[in-house]
């Protein structure tokens, strides 16, 4: 209970910080949408290496890696390493080093398939004297030992290395891009609800990213290959009326098509007009999907024990306009990312296996899935503090 | 079997009969235990458990940073990149006193987001999303009793802050700790020390035993020290253990001298019964058995003494830990006393002294008692005959004795205990106990006619009686003795030492006033104001002078030191500093405005082995620098080294401008008192506080007393137990003389003239014993000053006699003898002389 506490503190931090993005609903305490100047409007002047680091007039920005890999044996497993950043307004009366003007969380997990075993770490730094950050210069974003570097050279495919570790397990890889970093939505703007215009981010992908290294687990090594996806997201935090969480998945499929698809959800289950995604061609070539045009139905629930949270671990998904219908079927059920005492509410984030047909044709691939606002702390604001209920119940 | 009981009935029943006296030795024995397990219990209480309280947040670290003038913020950064398993824990360390208490407790900057660890360590009830980051944040441990909510004036460093206490975190019983902790950006600019960390605590896997700290040294800079955590614990350990080893030896003078009063018991019952031993060794008692017997009779005084000594020992802690924890605060670093915990080991010491002084010490009575044939055993005096017949043996083993002492004079400390300064003084001390009879003797003689004059012809007659009684008076001479050496070389010691730092004091704190950051002080505690400060006092009129002074906590050969940094051109015109090795002070200044020389103290250069002219290879700041001894100085501010440097020139590797303390030098023709309040007005505003020399000096003696309070007390101890010995020996010379005073009765001695016969001799003993105890104890006191005091502490302290208080304490001596004497007196008066004779 004691430790439960602590952490809650920390915990509310986070919950201001990445609340309302995360929770596209939950409305934080004093971080709305004045924290930070940055605007996400139509037109926004992609430019590279730049924009693929942080952006601090921004309010939140992640950057998220997924990807499936094997062993040389076959075994499978996933991996997420994820680094979230959120803007502070601070008071710089006297400048330190240790001011939390920039927040920076991470995400750690690994998928052993084959064990049925899921890895989870967080790790939570302000910027500090170098403790997290991105930087152009070094074209690096970290947070402690956790990294990606971007290697110098072919700036419109560009090398990313991935670094992370913890006691139980290491992960080094070498991803490099297949396709061309897409933008997502209408004029670099990917809008997330029909109704508001507003409620919107700056988001870039790399879909298909062939990865290489090393992934350890307990010590025990494994030479791994496999393909990666990146997302690359940054807005200023708007709640979303009436929205609880979101569902997303990224598909990888065989015929070297890409799929980035999802729906913001209402207390219901429901979507409203609020899916839509976009599709990119083996070629590289992006189409959005516009609201309505992507159908997500969710099938079997899986009860978490840790949070008790149910999440619809498989799906159907249906594209009528391209003729496409995808069974999506998690690797294992366990893939709930919570930590212990941990900051952010608790998702489910996992890879996932697909088949289905597109215009009659079978066709299949791989994939990741993201489900949020399915635990019960996480749909009543009230994580793990009776305080933070009261504070933030009435956004609701 | 017949016969042994009746043997243990005979020393039985005497022990009975006797009870008054039986009662006086199991007291000495019990005095004498009882010292050494409170000193033993308080030792461990507020030692033993020893924990420099800024480790209260160590958690479960493997390794610590540290550096000189504290760690780069960006040190954390790399290291919490290195591709590592590692985890680690960033520390701002100071002290923050609450206003409304004045209490001084530690007040740690953590890294409240960041810091994996902490939710291991403590729990903060309630807190909230931007209470974390406010500046005025505080969590208050539950050992405070401050409520959540509550308002807290604090000061740290130069400034008072309200901070705002947002919840309290548990801590266990067992520690107790009382301190403060904030968010580390806080508490950097509570304590100003914005940009620098004091710590980085490193946690490794358990599972993994690998060298880390051969991975972190590439991304520390070089000046920072890689540590195994709990160092400080053991640095304080090995710094008070030299401490703990003094006040050891001194408790075991306390039973030392209460083997004597044992002594004299047994001697006594040997003496009443020799005929009793006479009949049982003629009905056919072996003279094994008589000897058991008497060592039997002694172990009973040791086992009861020893059981009353550790339940009187137990409540003496109570008080002691009081002394012995003040002497630790004032001498090293403020500590919290744990619990007094009477271990076995502490058991079997007490009984194992106790029983081992007592058949020590019943030896050579019970040998005595077995020696003779039963009709010699029932002559008396044998012992006094003995005495006389060895007394030229005695001197010469004496005098081997006393090369010995000589020679363990010059034996190296061992582990830095003083083991040869130990055992010189015990082995003066059996010198004077050999060369007591002799000395005694002719002592006595000239005694005896020069008292003649004044006292009468009983004079003479007393100083002849206790001339005869040679075995006797010798033991008593030698115990008396003993204990007035112990009050001797102490008095010598400690008036010696306090009259060194009186001095000291006095050319050391050479500015008119000096101010430092008002809230914490004391050791260790680190607190800085702002150069502006100095900078402020400079404009004051009157002030000639102001000293900017820093000190920065570092490490020499894994040794704690401290380096001050001084402006060392003020020292030309105020000399605050004294050379030991008569360097000459201009040139010294001089090499020390280079900036690659630095002064060292006596300790420093004793404990190192580096003397003038040595170069030292310092870690300042991020690097290790090179740097000359200039001159090696005198310093009496504590058990820790010292190191002096020009500020101006070390500022390079030291890059914190901030300060210490000034010292403000005013005009000769400034009005002092008036200088006070113009002072106070200049730095207002600033958490400072202005202190009269005067008052630092009075408050440094002030602390020294405090810490030598118990030295005193162990001291008084055992001199009542030599005075109670004292009592013991006159009235066993009384009933052995029992006949000579029945005769001189028969021949018309009044009872008047009795009485003073006996208060004669036992002021001739006590001046015996005050005169021998001199010697004794001046002997002593050069060994504790030249050896023992030099080999535990490194300090050379300047021999000063505290004549007053010598002269006081003999006549007290003498007093005491004589007032000792009054009871023997009387009953030596009372004697009805024809049943004695009848009886003899």
């Keep these: 209970m004691a430790r439960r506490r602590w952490r809650a503190a920390r915990l509310l931090v986070l919950a201001a910080a990445l609340g309302g ?105 302000r910027s500090g004297p170098g403790i997290a950050g991105s930087d152009v210069e070094k074209r690096r974003i970290w947070n402690g030992n956790w990294s990606v570097e971007w290697r110098p050279g072919d700036e419109a495919r560009p090398t990313q290395v991935l670094t992370a570790m913890n006691r139980t397990a290491s992960l080094r890889l070498t991803l490099s891009p297949r396709k061309p970093a897409v933008v997502h939505g209408h004029g670099g703007v990917s809008r997330k609800a029909a109704a508001d215009p507003r409620a919107a981010s700056h988001y870039l992908s790399f879909t298909r990213l062939a990865a290489t290294g090393t992934l350890t687990i307990e010590s025990e090594a494994f030479a791994v290959t496999g393909l990666a996806w990146m997302d690359h997201e940054f807005f200023a935090d708007y709640p979303i009326e009436g929205k609880v969480g979101w569902d997303w998945m990224s598909i990888q499929l065989d015929d070297g098509v890409d799929l980035m698809l999802f729906g913001i959800r209402d207390a219901n289950g429901g979507y409203g007009a609020d899916t839509t995604g976009t599709l990119v061609d083996a070629g590289g070539a992006a189409r959005h999907l516009e609201f309505g045009e992507v159908i997500l139905r969710p099938g079997r629930r899986w009860r978490s024990g840790s949070t008790e949270a149910e999440y619809p671990v498989e799906w159907e998904v249906e594209i009528p306009g391209i003729g496409l219908r995808l069974d999506v079927r998690p690797r294992i059920d366990a893939q709930e990312v919570f930590a212990e005492g941990g900051i952010l509410p608790a998702y489910w984030e996992g890879a996932v296996v697909v088949s289905g047909e597109r215009e009659g044709k079978p066709t299949g691939g791989i994939g990741y899935l993201e489900m949020t606002g399915y635990a019960e702390e996480f749909d009543t604001g009230g994580i793990g503090d009776e305080r933070t209920g009261a504070e933030s119940g009435s956004a609701r | 079997m017949a016969r042994a009981v009746l043997l243990f009935r005979l020393i039985v029943r005497s022990m009975v009969r006797d009870r008054a006296r039986a009662l006086l030795t199991v007291s000495a024995v019990a005095l004498g235990v009882a010292v050494i397990v409170a000193v033993d219990l308080a030792g461990e209480a507020s030692m033993g458990s020893f924990r420099s309280s800024l480790e209260a ?19 954390h950064g790399d290291l919490v990149r290195l591709e590592e398993p590692l985890v680690f824990s960033p520390r701002v360390e100071g002290f923050a006193s609450l206003v409304e208490t004045g209490e001084r407790v530690p007040l740690f900057g953590v890294d409240l987001i960041g810091d994996p660890t902490l939710g291991e360590k403590g729990s903060m009830a309630r807190p909230g999303t931007s209470e974390l980051l406010d500046p005025d944040s505080v969590w208050a441990s539950d050992s405070l009793g401050i409520a959540p909510g509550a308002r807290l004036a604090v000061v740290g460093a130069d400034r008072r802050t309200e901070l705002e206490v947002r919840g309290v975190i548990e801590t266990s019983e067992a520690q107790a700790d009382r ?149 630790v605060s004032s001498l090293y670093v403020t500590s919290t006393p744990g619990d007094l915990e009477l271990r076995p080991w502490t058991v079997a010491l007490a009984v194992l002294t106790g029983v081992g002084t007592s058949i020590a010490s019943a030896w050579w009575p019970a040998r005595e008692a077995a020696g003779g044939a039963p009709t010699e055993a029932m002559a008396r005096a044998r012992l006094d005959t003995q005495v006389r017949t060895a007394s030229g043996r005695f001197t010469i083993v004496a005098a081997v004795l006393t090369g010995l002492a000589i020679a363990c004079c010059f034996v190296p400390p061992v582990d830095r205990i003083p083991v040869g300064g130990y055992l010189a003084p015990i082995l003066l001390a059996g010198a004077v106990a050999l060369v007591a009879p002799r000395l005694s003797a002719v002592v006595l003689r000239i005694a005896g006619r020069a008292l003649a004059a004044p006292f009468g012809v009983i004079a003479n007659v007393a100083a002849r009686g206790l001339a005869a009684s040679l075995g006797r008076t010798s033991v008593i001479v030698t115990a008396m003795a003993v204990a007035t050496a112990l009050v001797v070389s102490m008095g010598v010691t400690v008036g010696s030492f306090r009259e060194t730092v009186v001095d000291w004091l006095e050319s050391r704190l050479q500015a008119d006033y000096y101010v430092s950051p008002a809230g914490p002080g004391g050791r260790g505690a680190g607190s800085t104001m702002d150069e502006e400060v100095a900078a402020r006092l400079e404009t004051v009129p009157g002030v000639m002078d102001v000293g900017r002074f820093r000190t920065h906590s570092l490490r020499y050969d894994s040794i704690p030191a401290t380096l001050g940094l001084a402006d060392v051109a003020l020292y030309e015109r105020h000399p605050g500093v004294e050379f030991l090795d008569g360097s000459v002070p201009e040139a010294v200044w001089a090499e020390l405005a280079r900036g690659d020389r630095v002064i060292v103290s006596e300790l420093f250069s004793y404990r190192h082995d580096v003397h003038r002219g040595d170069t030292i290879r310092l870690a300042l700041g991020s690097g290790l620098v090179e740097l000359g001894i200039a001159a090696v100085f005198y310093d009496y501010s504590g058990e820790r080294d010292l190191l002096l440097g020009d500020r101006e020139a070390l500022l390079e590797h030291l890059p914190d401008p901030r300060l210490s303390s000034a010292g403000v ?39 020294f007393d405090r810490a030598f309070a118990i030295t005193w ?18 009235l066993n010379l009384v009933f052995d003389r029992r006949s000579e005073l029945a005769l001189l009765r028969m021949h018309g001695a009044s009872v008047a003239q009795v009485r003073r016969l006996v208060l004669v001799q036992a002021g001739l003993l006590g001046a015996l014993a005050s005169g021998v105890g001199l010697v004794l104890g001046a002997a002593t006191a050069q060994v504790l000053l030249r050896v023992i005091h030099k080999q535990s502490f490194g300090w050379s302290v300047q021999l000063h006699w505290p004549w007053e208080l010598l002269a006081g304490a003999l006549g007290v001596i003498v007093a005491a003898s004589v007032v000792a004497g009054l009871y023997p007196a009387r009953v030596g008066s009372r004697l009805a002389p024809v049943e004695v004779l009848r009886a003899d």
Excluded: C
């Excluded at chain 1, 939390?100 to 790790?123: G, K, N, S």
């Excluded at chain 2, 955590?229 to 080893?245: I, K, P, Q, V």
């Excluded at chain 2, 005084?301 to 339940?311: E, R």
């Excluded at chain 2, 005009?667 to 008052?695: C, M, N, Q, Y």
């Design chain 1, 21 to 125: 993005a995360l929770g596209a609903g939950v409305d934080a305490q004093g971080a709305g949408p004045e924290t930070g100047a940055g605007r996400v409007v139509p037109g926004y002047p992609f430019e590279f290496p730049r924009d693929h680091f942080s952006h601090p007039a921004f309010d939140t920005e992640w950057w998220y890696y997924t990807g499936n890999l094997e062993a040389a044996s076959g075994r499978h497993f996933g991996f997420e390493l994820t680094f979230f950043r959120k803007t502070r307004a601070v008071d710089r009366v006297e400048p330190s080093a240790w001011d939390l003007d920039q927040f920076w969380l991470a995400h750690f997990t690994i998928t052993d398939t084959r064990e049925e075993r899921f890895i989870v770490d967080e790790r939570a730094n």
């Design chain 2, 57 to 75: 947040l160590q958690g479960t670290a493997s390794h610590e940073i540290t550096q000189a003038g504290g760690i780069p913020d960006a040190v």
């Design chain 2, 179 to 327: 301190y403060l902790l904030m968010d580390i950006a806080a508490a950097q600019r509570l304590l100003g020390r914005t940009g620098r960390l004091d710590r980085i605590y490193v946690h490794a896997p358990l599972d993994e035993t690998r060298d880390w700290e051969e991975r972190l040294r590439p991304v520390v800079p070089p000046g920072a020290a890689i540590l195994p955590s709990g160092t400080r614990t053991e640095d304080n350990r090995r710094m008070l253990r030299a401490f703990r080893w003094n006040l050891r030896m001194m408790s075991y003078t306390t039973i030392l001298v209460g083997a004597f009063l044992i002594y004299n018991t047994i001697t006594a019952y040997v003496v009443r019964r020799r005929q009793q031993i006479g009949i049982v060794r003629a009905v056919g008692a072996s003279r094994t058995m008589i000897r058991s017997a008497f060592l039997f009779e002694g172990a009973v005084f040791g086992l009861l003494g020893a059981a009353a000594g550790l339940v009187v020992g137990r409540l003496l802690a109570i008080g002691a830990v009081e002394a012995v924890g003040g002497t």
């Design chain 2, 665 to 703: 030098y005013l005009e000769p023709d400034a009005d002092f008192a008036a200088s006070h309040a113009t002072l106070l007005r200049a730095v207002s505003g600033r958490g400072v506080k202005v202190t009269p020399t005067r008052t630092i000096r009075e408050e440094a003696i002030r602390i």
């Design chain 2, 713 to 730: 007390a162990l001291e008084a101890i055992a001199m009542f137990v030599a005075i109670l010995a004292m009592a013991e020996a006159l």
